[in-house]
């Protein structure tokens, strides 16, 4: 597919605008919260950066992918700092996905070593397992919510591959659920700082599933060091790990790495696979065309590392997956100094917001953007330069890219491919699918018949 691009603005050029619809006082707080992906997509009309308020507070919406690698190349001048990385620092604590700049490049380096490639193919393996595990439960014509199955799976596999054989399955159990409750409530108390001060049933549960995780991380880490055995898991690699003056992760950096772990692990990839899921089946050519391929390549047994250069067509699949669905839909950053972006001033402290969704979504750099189509080249779009290259970021860019991108689009594909190896799903209810912006992009509810192929 051939893609045409726009002549490169700089941004001294580039277009501001204001977004409408601003309620007094609350700003556009209730759009982001009642229909946030409707409200980012209708942002790009507006400029290309568009000012927006929350509550009395104004933040700048990045809509062109030249502003996006502006911001997010430069973590010095656009930091996670402010009242919205507080509240995520105070819940997952302030580990490689939420600490601010002064703290990253450290934390990067220790985090490296765990995720180099020869480290892959164990992980991979592990993947194979927990998938093959999960799949043996599911009988034909049974209706499953695939976001709760993919969410089990995903969940399993992050605290595997981080802790061991060594973990049981109560553990695991008792994370995942207490993960699920609160991530449930990051997204709401991200634009709603306060909201924990009125003690509601939602308050109370959200509380209580964020003091359950931290005393089961905290448990299990600490068994874990105490232990002192190298089992070659993630964990294993972390406490092992050295910074340049040679010192390791301290207890609470250990346990707030270990936390982003297993919420990146679990939380981004379930999104993508159960969009993956309800997508496959409402397209029957890109379903036909993957069926093709994981018959030719596993024959009905569950994949495994040594297939993933032969399943092409699965990968495009996730691929457009994460283009229409990125799970990290918005982030925010917070300059530090003044700064002109987009031919406007800006001053220290004020928020910028960077999201893959708008930026997947723009019909200058991918044609007919609301469509479901795996055929269509991303390398095509890479083709005019670093600029072109942030129309699609997934998994966010610059310095703070995420770390287990090869890890999560193994998984992913692994998965996909092994689940379209077995069964073919179909809806179970007529209910249009919506997406639920919590931490991450995900469908409010999927479920799925199961049809053996």
Not at 52 to 64: M, S, T
Not at 280 to 306: I, M, Q, S, T
Not at 312 to 324: A, N, Q
Not at 376 to 391: E, I, N
Request: with cysteine; net charge positive.
């Amino acid at each position: 597919m051939t893609t045409r691009h726009p002549p490169r603005r700089t941004t001294s050029t580039a277009r501001t605008g204001r977004a409408p619809g601003a309620w007094p006082v609350l700003g556009h707080l209730p759009h982001l919260l009642h229909a946030p992906l409707r409200f980012l997509g209708s942002l790009p009309a507006h400029g290309e950066l568009v000012e927006i308020r929350l509550g009395p507070r104004p933040a700048f919406v990045l809509c062109h992918p030249e502003l996006a690698r502006q911001v997010m190349s430069d973590g010095r001048t656009f930091d996670r700092v402010g009242p919205l990385y507080e509240g995520s620092r105070a819940a997952l604590g302030n580990g490689l996905a939420t600490c601010p700049h002064a703290d990253h490049r450290r934390q990067r380096m220790l985090m490296q070593p765990a995720f180099r490639s020869e480290h892959l193919p164990g992980y991979a393996d592990a993947m194979r397992r927990e998938i093959g595990v999960a799949l043996e439960h599911w009988r034909p014509g049974r209706v499953l919510d695939m976001v709760d199955e993919m969410f089990a799976l995903t969940t399993t596999v992050a605290v595997r591959t981080l802790f061991g054989g060594g973990i049981t399955d109560r553990d695991i159990a008792e994370l995942r659920d207490s993960l699920d409750t609160f991530l449930k409530g990051v997204y709401l108390r991200a634009l709603l700082p306060a909201v924990d001060i009125l003690p509601t049933p939602g308050a109370r549960r959200y509380t209580r599933g964020l003091a359950t995780w931290r005393t089961h991380v905290t448990r299990i880490v600490g068994e874990r060091r105490a232990d002192d055995a190298d089992g070659g898991d993630l964990l294993g690699r972390l406490i092992a790990a050295r910074d340049e003056a040679g010192g390791a992760l301290t207890e609470r950096e250990l346990h707030d790495q270990v936390a982003v772990l297993i919420l990146a692990g679990a939380e981004t990839t379930s999104s993508a696979l159960s969009w993956a899921l309800h997508l496959v089946a409402a397209h029957p050519e890109a379903e036909a065309a993957l069926h093709a391929e994981v018959d030719a390549v596993l024959d009905g047994r569950v994949a495994g590392p040594d297939d993933l250069p032969r399943l092409e067509w699965t990968g495009r699949v996730i691929r457009e997956v994460l283009r229409l669905y990125p799970p990290a839909w918005v982030l925010p950053r917070t300059s530090t100094r003044e700064i002109e972006v987009a031919g406007r001033r800006l001053r220290a402290g004020s928020t910028l917001v960077f999201s893959p969704y708008i930026l997947h979504r723009l019909r200058e750099f991918h044609p007919e953007p609301e469509r479901f189509c795996p055929e269509r080249d991303q390398a095509d779009g890479f083709a005019s330069g670093a600029w072109s290259r942030a129309s699609f970021v997934p998994f966010g860019t610059g310095p703070h890219k995420c770390i287990g991108d090869t890890f999560a689009l193994t998984e992913a594909t692994l998965a996909l491919a092994s689940i379209a190896g077995r069964w073919r799903l179909r809806p179970a209810s007529g209910t249009p699918v919506r997406a639920t912006p919590r931490s991450v992009l995900t469908p409010s509810a999927l479920p799925m018949h199961l049809i053996r192929r």
